[in-house]
């Protein structure tokens, strides 16, 4: 049950630091890469591997903002998801 359906307050999340914040920058610039920056041909091949990428993003996006912190292991996913969808925009990247 939600915290606001038992009458309680919402929960304040914490400050992120360095770290978390610029991660979740870099996810922001990736999920604006995808929405803005991607050619049709890449739609059209890999829809799947998008809109993977695009849940997966705002998934580990929610758990920085929620802790206030980011992993090494989300960090170093966060750089394969930039690095794979970079792929598609300039083959040779």
């Known amino acids: 049950m939600a ?3 038992r009458g309680l307050p919402p929960r304040n ?4 630091d360095a770290d978390a914040k610029a991660a979740v920058e870099k ?7 995808i929405e803005d920056d991607l050619p049709e041909r890449a739609w059209d091949k890999a829809t ?5 990428v695009e849940e997966k993003l705002k998934s580990v996006r929610q758990t920085i903002t929620t802790s206030g912190r980011v992993t090494e292991r989300q960090l170093s ?9 970079g792929k598609w925009i300039d083959p040779n990247g």
């Open 3 to 5: 915290r606001k359906d």
């Open 13 to 16: 999340e914490p400050e992120m």
């Open 27 to 33: 996810i922001d610039r990736v999920l604006a890469t």
């Open 48 to 52: 799947d591997f998008f809109e993977d």
């Open 77 to 85: 996913a966060i750089d394969g998801w930039e690095r794979g969808v």
